[in-house]
């Protein structure tokens, strides 16, 4: 009397992050990707950002880091110097937030931010001193107030180091600087800029809420002297704008299996015709149980054999034909738009009408049940008009992946 129609899987993906260079802009890429972890009721992108195999990806820690090159960016600064900009400087923005947009149009926003910054300094000739040599530190000014020092490294040439911003600032954004004061190392100093640090932080959007498939977006920053990244006045950059591309990658879970013996439903009162002595039981119906994988939003609606518009039919040979209620019953984590669980939800014909549903969280094989009823007055018609009479009719449950 029904059929059930086999189920299309669906995918979706997420963000990570490379770093190339034109002669005029840095560009970098920012990756993440959700996938349905069975067991574990969480929804949330994971970063893949790879920070590559560089050697300072390790001081970095477990921070979203990109590593640009920067070859060819010069410090020169003039010891001492009573200007922050005239010495160590870094302003970055605050927050940020960026549409990421599917094939189909489709958008979601997520916000980025900047968590730390710094960089590797080389001294471009011998009896230049090192970069810390001219404070005798790379500590932030009034640090813990807006700057942090994450780490430092400073070997036969190099300088290196990475200033944590305050959480408090990550949102507005702010400048760190160190002053370089040493009046036993008084002139000026050129040093080249060999790579840049960028440390960030993601807001992504609910994946559960996002269709499976590849989200893109980007952000591009100018750079330079009054600049959104700002390295100050004594510092010549190679490039005057950074592009950060986006790539969200969600990977739904789609999976509704019922059982290879349901595909006939026999409607029958409880305890069977023979506790009923021919009387009328009031309703008969059929449960059919099925199991639900999930993580990712879907619709539902019927496809009927015999379309009575409100609902599908089953038709005698007579040529009688009543409605057949037909609802379902999905976990309890899988809801309505409106937030109400879904409880023998009446499923409507065609797909102009379909009902869409989306999880509160993942779900992993928990049970649903599909519902078909015939009640009073229908029942006491088909009892007293067509008795003996057999009614059949296809129903087909019709579940898509994707809610437009």
């Known amino acids: 009397m029904q059929q059930i129609k086999k189920i299309v899987q669906a995918n979706v993906a997420l963000l990570c992050l490379l770093s190339t260079m034109t002669a005029t802009a840095y560009e970098v890429s920012v990756k993440a990707e959700y996938r349905t972890v069975k067991g574990v009721n969480q929804a949330e992108f994971t970063d893949t950002t790879s920070c590559g195999t560089n050697y300072w990806c390790s001081y970095m820690g477990q921070?979203?880091?990109?590593?640009?090159?920067?070859?060819?960016?010069?410090?020169?600064?003039?010891?001492?110097?009573?200007?922050?900009?005239?010495?160590?400087?870094y302003k970055v923005p605050g927050s940020r937030t960026v549409n990421m947009t599917n094939a189909k149009g489709q958008t979601h926003v997520l916000t980025f931010r900047f968590t730390a910054i710094g960089g590797v300094y080389r001294r471009t000739v011998n009896t230049t001193p090192h970069l810390y040599q001219l404070s005798g530190n790379v500590l932030p000014h009034n640090r813990g107030v807006y700057c942090?020092?994450?780490?430092?490294?400073?070997?036969p040439t190099d300088t290196g180091f990475a200033w944590d911003i305050m959480?408090?600032?990550?949102?507005?954004?702010?400048?760190?600087?160190?002053?370089f004061n040493q009046s036993s190392l008084q002139g000026t100093w050129e040093y080249s800029m060999r790579q840049l640090f960028l440390a960030y932080e993601l807001e992504t959007p609910n994946p559960l809420a996002m269709e499976s498939g590849i989200y893109n977006g980007s952000l591009t920053f100018s750079v330079g002297p009054g600049g959104e990244i700002d390295f100050g006045d004594s510092f010549t950059s190679i490039s005057n704008q950074m592009t950060v591309?986006?790539?969200?990658?969600?990977?739904?879970?789609?999976?509704?299996?019922?059982?290879?013996?349901?595909?006939?439903?026999?409607?029958?009162?409880?305890?069977?015709?023979?506790?009923?002595n021919g009387a009328n039981p009031g309703s008969i119906n059929k449960?059919?149980?099925?199991?639900?994988?999930?993580?990712?939003?879907?619709?539902?609606?019927?496809?009927?054999?015999?379309?009575l518009n409100v609902g599908c039919g089953i038709k005698a040979a007579s040529g009688r034909t009543v409605r057949l209620d037909t609802s379902v019953t999905l976990p309890g984590a899988i809801r309505l738009g409106n937030g109400s669980p879904v409880n023998r939800l009446s499923l409507p014909v065609g797909r102009l009408m379909r009902r869409?549903?989306?999880?509160?969280?993942?779900?992993?094989?928990?049970?649903?049940?599909?519902?078909?009823?015939?009640?009073?007055?229908?029942?006491?018609?088909?009892?007293?008009?067509?008795p003996g009479e057999r009614y059949e009719g296809d129903v087909t449950l019709m579940i898509e992946s994707e809610v437009l």
């Open 148 to 155: 942090n020092l994450r780490w430092a490294y400073w070997g």
């Open 287 to 307: 449960d059919i149980p099925f199991r639900v994988t999930n993580s990712g939003s879907f619709s539902m609606y019927l496809a009927c054999e015999h379309d």
């Open 245 to 276: 591309n986006f790539e969200l990658n969600v990977m739904h879970d789609f999976i509704f299996q019922f059982p290879a013996a349901e595909s006939i439903a026999v409607l029958e009162p409880a305890g069977g015709w023979a506790s009923y």
């Open 63 to 89: 921070r979203r880091t990109v590593i640009m090159n920067t070859m060819g960016s010069e410090l020169t600064t003039t010891v001492p110097s009573t200007d922050p900009r005239q010495n160590l400087y």
């Open 167 to 179: 959480p408090a600032f990550q949102s507005t954004g702010t400048d760190c600087y160190k002053m």
């Open 356 to 386: 869409a549903f989306t999880p509160l969280f993942a779900v992993s094989n928990q049970q649903g049940l599909l519902h078909f009823e015939i009640t009073n007055p229908a029942l006491e018609g088909m009892l007293k008009d067509t």
